[in-house]
């Protein structure tokens, strides 16, 4: 997601971060979404790329009275988004992955209400995840004290964030989640999770070993 008004206003940080994103979109999607029709609009790969396709996301253009008037925009862009994604290559991800910034913030109108954005951001990942059968993570690039709120109040609004778990797998979650707190995990991962971090496969350490 990338958030801007119905204006497409030039010098967002949409432009920054999508500097041909003028291009890329498709008139009739502009058109509807510059008439407020729909709140979101996807920014199609050049030339059929599998790349990440941002879906732009519009704030409401008359001010934010609370942050649930996020919660259509949100789910105009799930909606937008799940297609999309549903079409691609996910990888060995059993499913779908979409990303959600700290929507409102900065000069998007919540600026001031960034406890309620993220809490409201957390219940509705929760809902249209489970509707929609995709994971949903929310994105607060360097945002140190947003992201220390988002922890605490995932924590602490009393959900199950893992209904799928046992008690026994759980408290196994829990032992671990300490251990790996104290400074006393160490994992093990295969090269299947190097390699998509970019680090190099068995045939690149072959070549990069010297010779005797």
Not at 153 to 164: F, H, I, M
């Amino acid at each position: 997601m990338q958030t801007t008004d119905k204006r497409l206003r030039t010098g967002g940080l949409w432009m920054v971060d999508i500097p041909d994103a003028p291009d890329r979109l498709d008139p009739n999607d502009r058109a509807a979404f510059e008439a407020e029709e729909v709140f979101a609009i996807p920014v199609w790969p050049r030339d059929g790329r599998s790349e990440p396709v941002p879906v732009l996301t519009a704030v409401p253009f008359y001010g934010v009275r609370t942050a649930d008037d996020f919660r259509p925009r949100i789910r105009a862009f799930v909606e937008t988004a799940v297609p999309i994604a549903q079409e691609r290559d996910t990888g060995n991800r059993p499913r779908a992955l979409l990303g959600i910034p700290p929507i409102g913030f900065g000069r998007g109108g919540a600026n001031l209400r960034k406890g309620d954005v993220i809490r409201m951001l957390l219940d509705e990942a929760r809902t249209l995840a489970a509707e929609f059968g995709v994971d949903i993570a929310i994105a607060l690039r360097d945002d140190a004290k947003a992201y220390a709120l988002a922890q605490h109040l995932r924590k602490t609004q009393g959900v199950d964030a893992w209904p799928e778990l046992n008690s026994a797998e759980m408290e196994h979650a829990r032992r671990l989640g300490t251990l790996a707190l104290s400074g006393r995990l160490v994992p093990f991962m295969g090269a299947g999770v190097s390699v998509s971090a970019g680090a190099p496969s068995w045939p690149d350490h072959a070549q990069l070993r010297p010779a005797l």
